[in-house]
């Protein structure tokens, strides 16, 4: 029996003791102070810059569906061929969702959504400008490679600008604006022909890019690449010129000191009997959510509904627009 109680007790140790979790969480003293000078205009102003990334993976996961007709058509190409094309950009994505981290590490937030930007103008050029399969494909993994990156970089991004009573919030539109892009891809896709739908994809990317040039990088990530200037004058920015930010600047050190302190976990340390249930749970959501098969409606709609006897277009725009409203309730 207490051999029992011993694992279980395993089981629930966390990685980090929550004391310091509470202390740190959000800059520490720096949400206690009520500090009534802070001016959120710059959070307020880079969140729908950077979640033109989640519009634009949006785009790319919207735009198979109203254009597998017109595409095949024009191109030539048999049913398999185009189930390829759909589908390789969840192959790029898979890609760019284990690379993203290191990217973002390495080359910071905003470096990691303009790299991701660059292959989703890129694979829409190629979509463009195909003239058979191969550039068609290459184009669709590219922009897939973008949209993997966009899923991690962004939430993240926004999570670390926000402060704590405004990040729940804006996190949410990320998932929002995911949705938007998909069903306005839906829904313009029945006026304009593949290659016009094409790009506009690339509208959100150039936004995007553009506007990074104008907003502040993520504070947590340039303290914890050791450049204190920087660092401190990005959350001035983001909190306003008159905002005391010393509090929250030594909280946010203090907990990247603490994660740093911490033994580095590798891949091996998830097979730990302690972490094994929690590991085999979240991993397994994950896994069955795709079984779930919203990808195949998602990529092929228009064909489901013709298949089902109703008319392509209308039922692409009713799934659109259910799908915005659902997002939003959400």
Known sequence: MDVKEDVQENIREPLMP?????AHEDGGAGDRTNNKKVNPCMVYFSTPIAVCGSYAFGSCAGYSSPTQSAIREDIALSLAEYSVFGSILTFGAMIGAITSGPIANYVGRKGAMRVSSVFCVAGWLAIYFAEGVWPLDIGRLATGYGMGVFSYVVPVF??????????GALTAANQLMICAGVSVAFIIGTVLTWRALALTGIIPCAILFLGLFFIPESPRWLAKTGKEKEFEAALQKLRG????????????????????????????DLFQRRYLRSVTIGVGLMVFQQFGGINGICFYSSTIFESAGFSSSVGTIIYAILQVSISHRL
């Not at 929550?18 to 509470?22: G, P, S, T």
């Not at 926004?158 to 990040?167: D, G, V, Y």
């Not at 600047?249 to 590798?266: F, H, N, S, V, W």
């Open 18 to 22: 929550i004391e310091n979790i509470l």
């Open 158 to 167: 926004i999570a670390e600008i926000a402060p704590k009573n405004l990040r």
């Open 241 to 268: 010129k008159d905002a005391d930010i010393t509090h929250e600047a030594a909280g946010i050190q203090d907990y990247i000191e603490t994660l740093e302190r911490l033994p580095k976990a590798g891949m091996l």
